[in-house]
Every structure is written in structure tokens, then in C-alpha cells.
């Protein structure tokens, strides 16, 4: 087990069912172990990305905490054998065995059931971690400065398709976003998601950066990002309970008569 020169003092984790189709389980799916320092939230993908008609509902929550739990083992089991391994090289081997072992439950479908989401494992005064796709991640810093390390590949993809239809002069088909963007970075519309493909790999991105006494991190889904950055955490630099949040969230949606996608939210405290 690794030696901790920083301690995280609390975490804070919540999780929310969309309201916006019914017959859909909670696909998000989080795991915190904070004696190990491991903490990882995933966001289900099934949908459609032309018309958002999800064809594998039922499945996805399945998929997802497979490939959380996996992913989870993997890294626990290497910290507990070695003091001296490159966790930036676990947490990408993780992603990738995980992404791996949930083949054989996603080669059935034309748009493979997966998973976005952000893997991290806080040591030695440093934060690691390793992300694909929507999920959002700040480190909100002991100066209130705030250090946002995720970028949101949703907005870039519709971006690009807009742009894609002004300059070709036509839409992109239902099999063209399937099959011709999802996984595939050669294409300037690619996007990634971890449905057993292994050219979901190549947009899995890992880095570290140094962390503080009184840092901040947060961590959480895309249903919850545009409050998170627009009506909380950024603008004015506080938190409260991970559930709180959420719930005042929900009650912003309902105002504006916006139907709520899942929601997961960690915050996670670091102290001296």
C-alpha cells in the first residue's frame, strides 16, 4: 500500500435516475475507496446519437458497473503489490482491459452499450487520472482558482457536425455517427466511448497534476456539468452536500421544464 503524504479528509458522493425515460435504470455508476485512494464515475452510453432513441436501456447499467468494477480491481490489485508502479500506465491499462472484458457483452448491438467516465487515484501529493468523453472534473484549489482537467467531446462532436453540414451541404446519417465516428480519431467528428472497441483507447486521456492542503476535487457526469459550471461550483468557488447539489440541480431543471438526465456527483476533500 502506498504511503500518503496528503490525506483526503472527506469524500462526499450522490447519485440521481434521470427523469427524462422512464424505462431506463440509472445508467451512471461510481466507486469511492477512500483508504486506497481509487475513485472512478462512469456514465452510460447507449444512444442514438442522431435521433437519442436508446436501443439497449435494459443493458447498459450491466455493462456499465462491469467495466467500473473491473477497472477498480484492476488498479486495487496493483497497488497493493508494488509501491513503485507507474499509475498513470495502471490507470490506461485498467481502461483498456476493462474496455476488453465488456466486448463479448456489446458486439451484439449496431451501437455498442458503453461507457464515458473519469478513473483517478489520488498518491504521493499528486492527483492521476485517466478520461474518455463527457464526464467533468475540477479541482477547485486552495486559492479558489479552479482547474477544470476534462474537456466535453459532446459539444466539440455537435460542433463539428454543424460545421460538417455548412461545409459538405448535407446531414450525417444514423450509420455514419454509429459506425464512421464513434472510436474512429482518424475522423476530425471522432468520439470515444468504452463498448469493448479497442479504438476507444485512442481517446483515453491520462495526465497528473500536484495537489494541496484544502483542494477540492470534484468529479461527475455530464447531467449535472452545466450546473456544476454554470450555477455552482465555478462561478462562486463553494460547495455544499454532493445530494444537496443534485437536488438543487433537479429543482433548476424543473423551473425551466427541462427533463434531468442521471446525475452523479463526488466531491472530494483534501486536507494536510
Partial sequence: MF?????????????????MYAEKRNEDYHIVDREKGIFLVLDG???????????????????VSTLGNFIYQHISNALNRSESIDIEQTL?????????HIADMTCHYSFKPGAVGIVSVICHKRFYYAFI?????LVIHADKTVTEFTENQTEKLHHYIKQYAETQGRRLSKDEIRNEICNHSDSPL????????????????????????????????????QYIKAEYVVPKRVLSSAEEIIEASN??????????????????????
Fill in 92 to 100: 490506461r491499462e485498467a481502461v483498456s482491459r476493462g474496455n476488453a
Fill in 3 to 19: 504511503n500518503r503524504d496528503l490525506e483526503v479528509t472527506t469524500v462526499d458522493h450522490y447519485t440521481a435516475k434521470n427523469t
Fill in 133 to 137: 468523453g463527457d464526464c467533468t472534473g
Fill in 45 to 63: 452510453v447507449s444512444r442514438d446519437a442522431s435521433n437519442g432513441v436508446y436501443e439497449t436501456p435494459h443493458l447498459v447499467p450491466d455493462v
Fill in 190 to 225: 471522432g468520439y470515444g466511448v468504452l463498448d469493448g472497441n479497442p479504438r476507444a483507447l485512442d481517446f483515453v486521456k491520462t495526465a497528473a497534476m500536484p495537489l494541496s492542503a484544502c483542494d477540492v476535487i470534484v468529479l461527475c457526469t455530464d447531467g449535472i456539468e
Fill in 251 to 272: 429543482a433548476m431543471d424543473e423551473k425551466r421544464q427541462k427533463r434531468h438526465d442521471d446525475k452523479t456527483l463526488i466531491i472530494i476533500r483534501i486536507g494536510a
